[in-house]
Every structure is written in C-alpha cells, then in structure tokens.
C-alpha cells in the first residue's frame, strides 16, 4: 500500500520532472540544481493523498495505452514493410523472368549462327573457286563478328543479372 501510494508516485513525478530539467538544460551552470528542484516539486506533491491515487491512475492508463499503441505501430510498420518487400521480390522476379527469356533468346540466335559458321566453314573447304571462296571468307568473318557480340551481349546481361 505504502509502495503504491506514495513511493512509486514520488519516484515517477521525480523522474519526470528531473529529466525534464535535464532535457532542457536551464541550469547548466550549477550542477545539482536538478535534482534539489525535482526533489522539490515531488516533496510538494507529498501532503496530497488526492495527487497519488490521480497519478497512479494516470500512470495505469498511461502505460496501459502506451503499450496498446506500440502493438498497433509494431502490426502496422511489419505490414507496411511486407507490401514494400512484397512489391518489391515481385518486380525483382519479373526482372529476373525478362532477362532469363533474353538470354534464351540469344543463347538460339548464337547456337544457330555457330551452326551456320560450321556449314560455312564445311562449304569454303571444299569451294575451289576463288570467287567463291572470297565471298564465303567474308560471310564467315561477318558471322564471327556476329558471333562475338552475341557473347558480349551475353556476357553483359550475366554482368547485369549479377548486379541487380
């Protein structure tokens, strides 16, 4: 009884009023003239049976509210951050998804482009005319060429990929 009506009210005005004090920093030049104006205001709280049975209920709806609205905050902030994250590994899927039909794509057009490299390659080493072979030679570079910016691009979509 004596702990509920008197000693916790007394504690909590002195350490609401002493950090009070401290927050605002009025006297800063004196050094213990915080706690003599806590004591102070807490002392003259004392002579009121009233003040602590106020202050208690104060203190039970207090905490009881301050405890009800971390919950909401807490249950509201982790489904704020659910939807962000949600929207974001969707859009990050979809990227992933786009990238890997490219890459299908490229990996076709760089098989078939080396097939044809092959059969271009086959056709020059059994081609006796010179005319001819001139004019394979240089399908087969334009097709090397080809060849090697497919792999670039390959290589650079990998490099994006990874990045990302």
Request: proline share 0%; net charge neutral; glycine share 6%.
């Given at each position: 009884m004596l702990v509920q009506y008197a000693i916790l009210p007394f504690l909590a005005i002195f350490i609401i009023v002493y950090g009070f004090l401290e927050e605002l920093r009025i006297f800063r030049r004196v050094r213990k003239a915080n706690i003599w104006l806590a004591l102070l205001m807490s002392f003259s709280l004392f002579p009121l049976h009233v003040t602590y049975m106020i202050a208690n209920?104060?203190?039970?709806?207090?905490?009881?509210?301050?405890?009800?609205?971390?919950?909401?905050?807490?249950?509201?902030?982790?489904?704020?951050y659910y939807k962000r994250r949600k929207s974001e590994w969707g859009s990050q899927a979809s990227v992933a998804a786009g990238y890997d039909e490219i890459v299908k794509?490229?990996?076709?057009?760089?098989?078939?482009?080396?097939?044809?490299?092959?059969?271009?390659?086959?056709?020059?080493?059994?081609?006796?005319?010179?005319?001819r072979r001139a004019e394979l030679e240089a399908q087969v570079t334009k097709l090397k060429d080809d060849v090697r910016s497919l792999e670039d691009r390959l290589e650079e979509m990998r490099g994006t990929l990874r990045s990302a």
């Open positions: 209920f104060v203190f039970q709806i207090l905490t009881t509210w301050a405890v009800l609205l971390f919950a909401l905050i807490f249950i509201v902030g982790t489904w704020l794509g490229l990996r076709m057009e760089l098989a078939q482009k080396r097939d044809l490299l092959i059969e271009l390659t086959e056709k020059m080493a059994g081609t006796a005319s010179s005319s």
